[in-house]
């Protein structure tokens, strides 16, 4: 199984981006699909997860800011990115776990103030 995500890139403050990740596999089987995300000298943390009943949940620092949304027939996870702070720069990392978990490879997000 294979994740590739993609759609980082440079944004103001205020800005939105969108990013996707397209799994090799199905994913409408999935027990969950989530987005972490890395910044440097930080641990990595969970940005927004949806379960397989499409329950999500998002941490504190981006609720009412950031969306996870699903595409089964594409096989796609994106996280619609709003209102883009300074300290939303990091590394995004897609997360899918079927019974074994996988990750994409990570795309840079730099706001900038």
């Known amino acids: 199984v294979q994740l590739q995500a993609f759609g980082g890139g440079l944004v103001q403050a205020g800005g939105s981006l969108r990013l996707s990740c397209v799994s090799s596999?199905?994913?409408?089987?999935?027990?969950?699909m989530a987005w972490y995300r890395q910044a440097p000298g930080e641990q990595r943390e969970l940005v927004a997860v949806m379960t397989s009943d499409g329950t999500t949940n998002y941490a504190d620092s981006v609720k009412g800011r950031f969306n996870i949304i699903r595409d089964n027939t594409k096989k796609m996870v994106y996280l619609q990115m709003n209102s883009l702070k300074p300290e939303d720069t990091a590394v995004y990392y897609c997360n899918v776990i079927w019974s074994v978990a996988y990750w994409g490879q990570g795309t840079q997000v730099t706001v900038s103030s």
């Open positions: 596999r199905t994913i409408f089987n999935a027990n969950s």
